[in-house]
Protein backbone atom coordinates (compact mmCIF):
# COMPACT_ATOMS: atom_id res chain seq x y z
CA UNK A 1 0.00 0.00 0.00
CA UNK A 2 1.40 3.28 -1.15
CA UNK A 3 0.55 5.90 2.09
CA UNK A 4 0.11 9.70 1.04
CA UNK A 5 1.12 12.88 3.06
CA UNK A 6 0.53 16.44 2.43
CA UNK A 7 0.36 19.49 3.79
CA UNK A 8 -2.43 23.10 1.79
CA UNK A 9 0.54 23.12 -0.27
CA UNK A 10 0.69 19.58 -1.53
CA UNK A 11 -2.88 19.36 -1.92
CA UNK A 12 -3.26 20.46 -5.81
CA UNK A 13 0.10 18.39 -6.64
CA UNK A 14 -1.33 15.45 -4.44
CA UNK A 15 -4.27 15.05 -6.96
CA UNK A 16 -2.20 14.32 -9.93
CA UNK A 17 -0.27 11.92 -7.60
CA UNK A 18 -3.52 10.13 -6.72
CA UNK A 19 -4.60 10.44 -10.69
CA UNK A 20 -1.34 9.04 -11.57
CA UNK A 21 -1.75 5.85 -9.02
CA UNK A 22 -4.72 4.77 -9.74
CA UNK A 23 -3.88 4.93 -13.72
CA UNK A 24 -0.73 2.51 -12.75
CA UNK A 25 -2.89 0.75 -10.83
CA UNK A 26 -1.24 1.08 -7.30
CA UNK A 27 -3.71 1.37 -4.29
CA UNK A 28 -2.95 3.97 -1.94
CA UNK A 29 -4.47 5.77 1.39
CA UNK A 30 -4.40 9.67 2.29
CA UNK A 31 -3.37 10.50 5.58
CA UNK A 32 -3.03 14.36 4.46
CA UNK A 33 -4.71 17.56 4.00
CA UNK A 34 -7.67 17.44 1.13
CA UNK A 35 -8.02 20.95 0.39
CA UNK A 36 -6.47 24.61 0.96
CA UNK A 37 -6.39 25.60 4.00
CA UNK A 38 -3.57 26.89 5.75
CA UNK A 39 -1.63 24.78 8.79
CA UNK A 40 1.91 23.70 9.56
CA UNK A 41 0.02 20.25 10.16
CA UNK A 42 2.33 18.58 7.56
CA UNK A 43 4.97 16.64 10.49
CA UNK A 44 1.13 15.25 12.04
CA UNK A 45 -0.02 13.97 8.27
CA UNK A 46 3.71 12.56 8.26
CA UNK A 47 3.58 10.90 11.71
CA UNK A 48 0.75 9.01 10.43
CA UNK A 49 2.04 7.96 7.17
CA UNK A 50 5.05 6.58 8.80
CA UNK A 51 3.82 4.15 11.19
CA UNK A 52 1.83 2.48 8.04
CA UNK A 53 5.64 3.03 5.96
CA UNK A 54 7.48 1.25 8.35
CA UNK A 55 6.01 -1.73 7.87
CA UNK A 56 7.30 -3.90 5.46
CA UNK A 57 5.85 -3.02 1.71
CA UNK A 58 4.11 -0.09 2.88
CA UNK A 59 5.27 3.24 0.61
CA UNK A 60 4.78 6.78 0.52
CA UNK A 61 4.97 10.09 -1.58
CA UNK A 62 4.62 12.81 0.84
CA UNK A 63 4.85 16.58 0.16
CA UNK A 64 4.88 20.10 1.74
CA UNK A 65 5.77 23.75 -0.13
CA UNK A 66 9.49 22.97 -0.74
CA UNK A 67 9.68 18.76 0.14
CA UNK A 68 12.54 19.53 2.99
CA UNK A 69 10.26 19.32 5.97
CA UNK A 70 8.50 16.30 5.17
CA UNK A 71 11.57 14.66 4.25
CA UNK A 72 12.72 15.34 7.61
CA UNK A 73 10.08 14.89 9.63
CA UNK A 74 9.67 11.10 7.48
CA UNK A 75 13.62 10.17 8.27
CA UNK A 76 13.31 10.80 11.89
CA UNK A 77 11.02 7.36 11.78
CA UNK A 78 13.03 3.77 12.30
CA UNK A 79 12.02 1.93 8.81
CA UNK A 80 11.36 4.86 6.70
CA UNK A 81 13.97 5.64 4.01
CA UNK A 82 12.82 9.04 2.93
CA UNK A 83 14.30 10.82 -0.01
CA UNK A 84 13.40 14.43 -1.49
CA UNK A 85 13.21 14.15 -5.43
CA UNK A 86 13.56 16.86 -8.45
CA UNK A 87 14.82 14.37 -11.01
CA UNK A 88 13.63 10.45 -12.08
CA UNK A 89 17.85 9.75 -11.76
CA UNK A 90 17.38 10.67 -8.02
CA UNK A 91 14.08 8.77 -7.65
CA UNK A 92 15.71 6.09 -9.70
CA UNK A 93 19.09 5.33 -7.20
CA UNK A 94 16.87 6.38 -3.88
CA UNK A 95 15.04 2.83 -4.47
CA UNK A 96 18.06 0.70 -6.21
CA UNK A 97 20.51 1.50 -4.16
CA UNK A 98 19.37 2.60 -0.77
CA UNK A 99 15.98 0.77 -0.96
CA UNK A 100 13.76 4.24 0.17
CA UNK A 101 10.47 3.74 0.52
CA UNK A 102 9.01 7.51 0.61
CA UNK A 103 8.81 9.18 -2.32
CA UNK A 104 9.03 13.49 -0.94
CA UNK A 105 8.09 16.08 -4.16
CA UNK A 106 7.83 19.84 -3.91
CA UNK A 107 4.35 20.58 -3.49
CA UNK A 108 5.52 24.21 -4.18
CA UNK A 109 4.07 27.77 -2.83
CA UNK A 110 3.82 31.12 -3.47
CA UNK A 111 7.13 32.35 -4.70
CA UNK A 112 8.63 28.53 -5.28
CA UNK A 113 8.99 26.79 -8.35
CA UNK A 114 6.12 24.40 -8.99
CA UNK A 115 6.99 21.02 -10.88
CA UNK A 116 5.56 20.58 -14.05
CA UNK A 117 3.01 17.25 -14.51
CA UNK A 118 5.23 15.71 -16.15
CA UNK A 119 8.33 16.10 -14.12
CA UNK A 120 6.30 14.96 -11.81
CA UNK A 121 4.95 11.61 -13.87
CA UNK A 122 8.53 10.56 -14.43
CA UNK A 123 10.17 11.06 -11.01
CA UNK A 124 7.17 8.92 -9.93
CA UNK A 125 7.45 6.01 -12.95
CA UNK A 126 11.24 5.95 -11.95
CA UNK A 127 10.38 5.50 -8.01
CA UNK A 128 7.80 2.97 -8.21
CA UNK A 129 9.10 0.86 -11.33
CA UNK A 130 12.64 0.25 -9.61
CA UNK A 131 13.45 -2.74 -7.53
CA UNK A 132 16.04 -2.73 -4.84
CA UNK A 133 19.28 -4.05 -6.65
CA UNK A 134 19.81 -5.67 -3.04
CA UNK A 135 23.37 -7.24 -3.01
CA UNK A 136 26.24 -5.24 -1.26
CA UNK A 137 23.63 -2.59 -0.68
CA UNK A 138 21.49 -4.48 1.63
CA UNK A 139 24.22 -4.01 4.46
CA UNK A 140 23.73 -0.24 4.08
CA UNK A 141 19.81 -0.10 4.19
CA UNK A 142 20.51 -2.31 7.46
CA UNK A 143 22.88 -0.01 8.81
CA UNK A 144 20.81 2.81 8.27
CA UNK A 145 17.31 1.07 9.46
CA UNK A 146 19.97 0.58 12.51
CA UNK A 147 20.94 4.02 13.32
CA UNK A 148 17.42 4.86 14.75
CA UNK A 149 17.17 1.97 17.78
Known amino acids: MIYLACDH ?3 EKMKFVKEWL ?14 YVKTDSYVDYVKLA ?10 GVYMCGTGVGACI ?9 AVLCSM ?7 RRHNNANVL ?3 GGYK ?14 KAFFKTEFEGD ?14
Not at 22 to 35: C, I, M
Not at 111 to 124: S, T, V
Not at 136 to 148: A, G, P
Open 9 to 11: NGV
Open 22 to 35: TKNGYEYVSVGADE
Open 50 to 59: NEEVKKEGNM
Open 73 to 81: AANRCKGVR
Open 88 to 94: PDTAHFS
Open 104 to 106: VLS
Open 111 to 124: GYPKMCKFKMARIL
Open 136 to 149: RHIQRVKDLDEMYK
